[in-house]
């Protein structure tokens, strides 16, 4: 399943696309690329509002900023666990949260580097609950779908196949 997909199923009311020269702008600012089922999400849709009983919300593409600048922004954003070696934050861009950033999902959209695409969880608070790495966008989705009324997702799809917690 695709994000505007999941989006739509769950609800959510679509903001207007974005156009591909303003994508690469932003691409080319920050020297990054998208995950192409990102992309393609911004491309047909500009963000979401707020949606379901846990507030999802995929960010307006407005708002998209590099991960060393939110945390900047809000310091109180703390790495969750296994996450303390984040290669690059400059590397990450957050894109959406649940119950107001508690978790916030980052991706990875430096090509060069060896976790492109990958999906990270971030919280705000002392006692994060969610663990990753999330090894692409696309297998981000796909739990998403699965658990999206837990808000807490699995480290990766393999744990479903091998009996770990999903939650």
Same mark, same amino acid.
């Given at each position: 399943?695709?994000? #505007?997909?999941?989006? #739509?199923?769950?609800?959510?009311?679509?903001?207007?696309?974005?156009?591909?020269?303003?994508?690469?702008?932003?691409?080319?600012?920050?020297?990054?690329?998208?995950?192409?089922?990102?992309?393609?999400?911004? #491309?047909?849709?500009?963000?979401?509002?707020?949606?379901?009983?846990?507030? !999802?919300? #995929? !960010?307006?593409?407005?708002?998209?900023? %590099?991960?060393?600048?939110?945390? @900047?922004?809000?310091?109180?954003?703390?790495?969750?666990?296994?996450?303390? @070696?984040?290669?690059?934050? @400059?590397?990450?861009?957050?894109?959406?949260?649940?119950?107001?950033?508690?978790?916030?999902?980052?991706?990875?959209?430096?090509? @060069?580097?060896?976790?492109?695409?990958?999906?990270?969880?971030?919280?705000?608070?002392? /006692?994060?609950?969610?663990?990753?790495?999330?090894?692409?966008?696309?297998?981000?989705?796909?739990?998403?779908?699965?658990?999206?009324?837990?808000?807490?997702?699995?480290?990766?799809?393999?744990?479903? %196949?091998?009996?770990? /917690?999903?939650?």
């Amino acid at each position: 399943m695709k994000l #505007i997909e999941f989006a #739509i199923e769950k609800g959510a009311e679509l903001l207007s696309p974005v156009d591909e020269s303003s994508i690469a702008a932003f691409e080319n600012r920050h020297e990054l690329r998208l995950p192409e089922s990102l992309r393609d999400f911004y #491309i047909n849709a500009g963000g979401t509002e707020e949606f379901t009983d846990w507030l !999802w919300r #995929i !960010w307006p593409f407005s708002e998209l900023t %590099t991960l060393d600048k939110r945390i @900047k922004k809000e310091p109180n954003i703390e790495y969750l666990d296994g996450h303390f @070696k984040c290669p690059d934050l @400059k590397d990450y861009i957050p894109f959406m949260d649940a119950l107001i950033e508690a978790p916030l999902y980052a991706v990875c959209a430096n090509e @060069k580097n060896s976790k492109f695409s990958e999906v990270i969880s971030l919280a705000g608070d002392s /006692n994060p609950f969610l663990a990753g790495p999330i090894v692409t966008f696309d297998e981000f989705v796909l739990i998403l779908e699965q658990h999206w009324e837990d808000v807490i997702l699995p480290n990766s799809i393999s744990e479903q %196949t091998s009996g770990g /917690n999903v939650g």
